[in-house]
């Protein structure tokens, strides 16, 4: 299981690789990375609105390094939760903030959407993004990782997440925040890297496989476990990705250990005021 790193696994190595990546990408999203990025990806292979994408800054949309679409879960399927006017949402690894413009679309000036992550660079764009979008009155950019989000208890009507669970060495204390800051009845919108079959001992220990989004994967059966785990209900696969598509990580990993992304719902007993 994936749950947790094996023992004595260079955590703090893979936050430092994972940040120096992000830092590069903020910089120079053409760069050459393992991974795929921009908004025609997002459009072609993971099937975000087009026309939506276009009405974004350049900034947020060239530096989207996501695995899946959180935002079309309830998009998609109202049954499932849906972002709506004047709710408040949570991208809890924002990256440039793509996705954090996405919903701010969704709930409007008398919403909230609060993207949290470590990445400075980072952080920056996502700020400079919802500065040019003219939605920074609505939108925080708050410096902090999933482990411990910044937010207060019960604050948040929905939890976006994208590409960002297979890197946390300990997903039992990241799902337990989400727990913790979405309201009762509040949704986790999830897209992650998933595998089919558990890895070696020998691939998890690996800090440069987790930084490729492969070697903390989890197996797509432990999702609806560990979220369960940790107090959420009704989790399911709804939507599946080949995120991996033309890259490098495609022939070398995805194939090979039958890697894919999906996306992932969840919520929080209880009902929505």
């Known amino acids: 299981m994936a749950y947790t790193s094996p023992n004595n696994f260079d955590a703090t190595r893979l936050r430092d690789q994972v940040r120096e990546t992000y830092d590069r990408v903020a910089r120079n999203p053409a760069g050459d990375f393992h991974f795929n990025r921009g908004a025609e990806y997002a459009e072609i292979i993971l099937g975000y609105d087009a026309k939506e994408l276009a009405l974004l800054p350049e900034e947020a949309t060239s530096r989207f390094a996501g695995v899946g679409n959180p935002i079309l879960i309830g998009d998609s399927d109202p049954s499932l939760g849906a972002i709506r006017a004047g709710q408040t949402v949570l991208d809890h690894a924002c990256g440039a903030g793509m996705d954090v413009l996405l919903a701010a679309r969704r709930v409007g000036p008398r919403g909230k959407v609060i993207g949290v992550d470590m990445t400075p660079a980072m952080r920056d764009c996502a700020m400079a993004a919802a500065e040019m979008a003219d939605m920074a009155r609505y939108i925080d950019i708050i410096a902090g990782v999933y482990e411990e989000l910044p937010v207060d ?69 432990e999702l609806e476990a560990l979220t369960g785990d940790c107090g959420l209900t009704g989790g399911r696969v709804v939507r599946r990705f080949n995120a991996f598509y033309g890259t490098t990580a495609e022939e070398k990993v995805a194939k090979r250990l039958f890697v894919h992304a999906v996306n992932f719902v969840a919520r929080k007993p209880g009902m929505l005021s």
């Open 153 to 221: 208890d019960a604050s948040v009507d929905c939890v976006i997440s994208n590409g960002v669970v297979n890197l946390a060495p300990d997903k039992h204390r990241v799902f337990n925040e989400i727990r913790r800051v979405l309201k009762p009845g509040g949704y986790l919108f999830l897209s992650d890297v998933i595998v089919q079959q558990e890895l070696s001992l020998e691939s998890r220990k690996n800090p440069t496989l987790w930084a490729a989004c492969v070697g903390g994967a989890l197996v797509e059966g």
